[in-house]
């Protein structure tokens, strides 16, 4: 176990100071005089057809020294299906849609040469919900959607369904058919959320010995690489990606947007291009967190055994596929979690509109699905009258039971959390007093996510004085997994103190391939293709030693920087000694170690157009909310949270409390006033700080947390990504437990004031989706 | 328009136009890029600099306004090798930052709020706090290193009239 005492620790950010004394440079602090300055020009309609597009008068301004258009760069990308130029070409899908680039030697002259391109458009009628996109007579998005390249194979795809993804497990039919059960339906709402990173989307290109060197503020450089590479149609390896500290990303970064536009810039100029979103075109253009709707069916015995299930899941993907193409594929695991069910369908349409495209954000979908299927689980047991912590207790999944595309979960794990969640609120007591006259509400709810595993490379060099240096494409984006797991870790398996571990910042030249900073995955992934790396690093290590002092190496240990024999603490030599010996007779010592999910099974033809068929590591989480509702003016105050979180193994219990309470602020943030609505003309209307309510210090309330430990995970030393996860369930326990205080269901999110009054006062239409079919199968592609 | 003003304890000079933001000078012209430039309309403070020693959000300070005075950056605050200020030592010791884009504005607005309220509680503290944001930590433990620091500077006896910043 000493291998764990020397990994599991509270260690400080190595980060810390130099962000303190604003030290740190981000990509947008990188900025020098000599560099060109890019500008957008951008759409100001949501749908239309490029007339005219000369730039030929904006070429000859003053300062300028190029301008590219999407005939520039003609390459299209896209995960799944390649639909989204760099730049529009022909068609304009979105307000804010990026036309033309303009570099200039200052960003004053490229802002002042933007009048001077000839742009006609022809407006054509905009598609701006997901009802009149699905309308049969609809203007389609993507008119070539025929024609683009899919990327990955597999799913169901017609006009303006960018793709469809489908589970679909035992009879559900013959369940709705039971004569004993009863069948309880419910349909959810909800809006976008951005992201609002501190560090808005920035990059900055170079032109080096013919190929392109991308500085960028992203969770994904090989993303990165690979679309410059697309759009630009170079080989992927011309491109260089290298990422200083990222000022927050949340999802936003985990695609590529701006950046290739840089290289491509570069190119034509031969100078260094820096293009950094304002503030208002970040929030206007952010690949925010899709807007959805949801409806649920489910059929409910009298003992409140869930004997089939069914929904129907519409997910606005916006102008392009982008994420939520994949994120159809959560749908499976997210609306189709936490519970055992008999026989489950589930349908999730990622919808093409003409809004700006929609993207990644923290527990994706996960986070408005886990307040869909918590509100109809408080539906069922209000309208079955059962208590809902003992209907969850009863019917939370556990070891064996089955997912909804068949996947076998391993272990008790929310049961036992749920358990955890007593004790917890028994500890720290309940906040009904500090109602004070107001409607008091408590939920308590379940969330089910995973952690995205998928390829990690990582390289370890062991120095001669005695430190090693971990090269990997992990991102530091805030969360501390480059300045805390990732060298606590590498140190443990070394027998090195964490300091003694030097971390490279991402540069795909440098290290091999990463899927991104994203999806809970850095800790588990490339932690684990260190754990690999390591291992080479170690056997070479005892190898070398084993002859120096003539003993085998099973019989050595790395222990406080020393190789030592077995048992006899001191003894032995210091690794220096033996890193220099290695390096005067066999080389110096290095180790490379790479992972890759497990892929682990599904049901043969449970799961269609899926990304991922089962999870390969689930996450589960237990929230507890307490609200007072003001009558008088519908604000919601949150008295107190409470958190159980599935970690597998905390190897840093103190940093993934701040996960926690910083992700259980932005699910509040989402649940009560976070709200992104279009103008008329389809551009985003929370385009500020003024306009976009953010959490403030006032809103907030200390986050009481326990970690579950033990449930299985093929993480390092069994951990799981923590991260992401806290965001999961805010909304739901938000949505039930603000339900239960106003006696009233919730149907949507976020609960502003003035819902929450309409809400009280009976005049807030429910849901409904007269563009959702009654049958469950005629909202499928079949 | 010539300003003259004192930048971290210098003398220092701007020619142009007197409407421009106290932070793209700082940012652009003098490197001093500790000073984030964040919403750039006075909501998130990331761009707090003290003018004259009041906190003051420098996108909205238009350069021919602090004529005369003294400014200082995070830079400034604890400069080289010096020893970070007290809020700041808080701030690490009780791993409170995360991506620590807000933070150099945080620690110009609470250090001088801490200066001004020595025996501030909670509460006030999470009022003083409401011209900053931070995106990633939820608060809590921002609000926890200025009430042990100020915790700390009472024990320390260090509150003549003021915490010494």
Redesign the interface.
């Known amino acids: 176990m000493s291998e764990l005492s020397a990994t599991v620790m ?1 260690l ?2 190595r ?3 130099d ?8 990509t947008n ?1 990188r ?1 020098r005089p000599d560099m060109l300055h890019a500008v957008l020009l951008r759409s100001t309609v949501p749908a239309g057809r490029i007339r005219k597009l000369d730039v030929s008068a904006a070429l000859r301004c003053p300062g300028v020294r190029a301008v590219a258009t999407g005939a520039d760069a003609p390459g299209l990308y896209g995960i799944g299906i390649a639909d989204h130029p760099l730049l529009a070409i022909e068609t304009i899908r979105y307000h804010g849609e990026p036309i033309a680039v303009i570099a200039a030697e200052t960003e004053k002259q490229a802002r002042a040469a933007l009048a001077a391109i000839m742009l006609e458009v022809e407006p054509l009628a905009p598609v701006f919900t997901m009802a009149e996109a699905l309308q049969p007579a609809a203007r389609l998005v993507h008119e070539g959607w025929r024609g683009y390249e899919v990327i990955t194979e597999g799913g169901a795809r017609a006009g303006n369904i960018a793709w469809e993804a489908r589970s679909s497990r035992g009879d559900v039919d013959a369940a709705f058919a039971r004569p004993d059960i009863r069948i309880v339906e419910s349909s959810f709402t909800v809006g976008r959320q951005s ?5 808005p989307r920035v990059a900055i290109g170079s032109w080096e010995d013919g190929r392109a060197h991308i500085q960028t503020s992203t969770q994904v450089p090989w993303t990165v690489r690979n679309v410059t590479g697309r759009v630009m149609q170079l080989a992927p390896g011309h491109v260089r990606v290298t990422v200083p ?6 999802g936003l970064k985990f695609d590529a947007s701006i950046e290739p536009i840089t290289a491509l810039l570069a190119r034509m100029t031969g100078r260094t291009v820096v293009l950094e979103n304002t ?1 208002q075109e970040e929030m206007a253009t952010c690949l925010c967190r899709e807007n959805a709707e949801i409806r649920i069916r489910s059929a409910v015995t009298a003992e409140g055994y869930i004997a089939g299930r069914e929904a129907v899941v519409l997910m606005d993907c916006g102008a392009y596929g982008g994420e939520q193409v994949f994120l159809t594929t959560m749908t499976a695991h997210t609306l189709g979690g936490n519970y055992k069910v008999g026989a489950m369908r589930l349908v999730s349409r990622a919808v093409y509109t003409n809004t700006p495209p929609n993207g990644a954000f923290r527990a994706c979908n996960g986070v408005y699905n886990t307040f869909a299927l918590e509100r109809h689980t408080d539906e069922i047991c209000d309208a079955l009258g059962f208590d809902p912590m003992e209907f969850r207790k009863k019917n939370v999944l556990g070891d064996g039971d089955l997912g909804a595309t068949g996947q076998v979960f391993e272990a008790d794990v929310l049961g036992p959390m749920l358990d955890r969640m007593e004790a917890l609120r028994a500890s720290t007591g309940t906040s009904e007093a500090k109602a004070d006259g107001r409607l008091y509400g408590i939920a308590t709810t379940v969330g089910t996510w995973f952690v995205f595993v998928g390829p990690s490379a990582a390289t370890v060099n062991l120095n001669a004085d005695g430190s090693a240096t971990l090269v990997t494409s992990g991102v530091e ?4 997994t480059m300045v805390q797991s990732l060298p606590q870790i590498v140190a443990g398996q070394l027998g090195l103190a964490p300091d003694q571990v030097i971390v490279r910042e991402a540069d795909t030249d440098a290290a091999g391939l990463d899927v991104g900073v994203g999806g809970g995955r850095t800790t588990v992934s490339i932690g684990a293709a260190s754990v690999a790396a390591c291992a080479e690093v170690r056997e070479k290590l005892l190898r070398t030693a084993g002859e120096m002092l003539q003993t085998r190496p099973q019989d050595l240990v790395l222990r406080d920087g020393r190789v030592e024999i077995t048992g006899r603490p001191g003894s032995g030599m210091s690794i220096p000694a033996v890193v220099a010996h290695a390096q005067a007779t066999t080389g110096p010592i290095t180790g490379s170690g790479a992972f890759a999910a497990r892929n682990a099974p599904a049901m043969a033809g449970c799961a269609m157009g899926h990304f991922i068929d089962a999870l390969d590591i689930p996450v589960f989480v237990v929230h507890e909310a307490e609200v007072a509702v003001d009558p008088d003016t519908g604000h919601v105050e949150v008295l107190a949270y409470r958190v159980v979180q599935d970690v597998g193994r905390a190897l840093n219990p ?2 993934i409390l ?1 996960q926690i ?6 699910g509040l943030g989402y649940a009560l006033h976070e709200e992104v609505t279009l103008t008329a003309d389809g551009h985003i209307a929370q385009d ?3 306009t976009y309510r ?5 809103d ?4 009481a947390a326990d970690l579950y430990e033990g449930a299985p995970s093929m993480g390092p030393l069994g951990t799981k990504g923590a991260g992401e996860v806290p965001i999961l369930a805010v909304g739901a326990a938000i949505g039930c437990a603000v339900a239960r205080a106003i006696g009233k269901p919730v149907r949507q999110l976020p609960l502003t004031p003035p819902r929450v009054l309409r809400l009280l006062h009976e005049r807030e239409p429910p849901p409904e989706f007269p563009h959702i079919a009654p049958g469950w199968a005629s909202n499928t592609l079949g | 328009m010539v300003v003259t003003f004192q930048l971290n304890g210098e003398d220092c000079s701007f020619h142009g136009d007197p409407m421009t933001p106290l932070v793209d000078i700082l940012r652009r012209e003098r490197f001093l890029t500790g000073t984030k430039a964040v919403c750039r309309e006075g909501f998130c403070g990331a761009c707090t600099v003290h003018v004259d020693d009041e906190a003051v959000p420098s996108c909205l300070k238009p350069i021919g306004l602090v004529q005369g005075c003294a400014v200082t950056t995070i830079e400034g605050l604890s400069s080289g090798n010096q020893a970070l200020h007290p809020l700041q030592a808080s701030f690490e010791a009780i791993d409170a930052v995360q991506c620590g884009m807000c933070f150099p504005g945080m620690v110009m607005s609470l250090s001088a709020f801490m200066r001004d309220n020595p025996h501030a509680s909670r509460p006030e503290i999470k009022a003083a706090m409401v011209g900053n944001i931070c995106r990633c930590t939820g608060y809590e433990r921002i609000v926890d290193a200025v009430a042990d620091c100020l915790d700390q500077a009472r024990k320390a006896g260090r509150l003549a009239g003021g915490i010494d910043v």
């Open positions: 509270n400080a950010r980060d810390a100071q962000k303190l004394r604003g030290r740190t440079k981000y602090d900025i992201h609002v990173p501190f560090e500290p990222v000022g927050g990303g949340f503030r984006i805030g969360s501390g103190r940093a701040g309470q910083g992700g259980v602020v932005q500020d700080f003024e953010l959490p403030l210090a006032q907030v309330v200390p986050v």
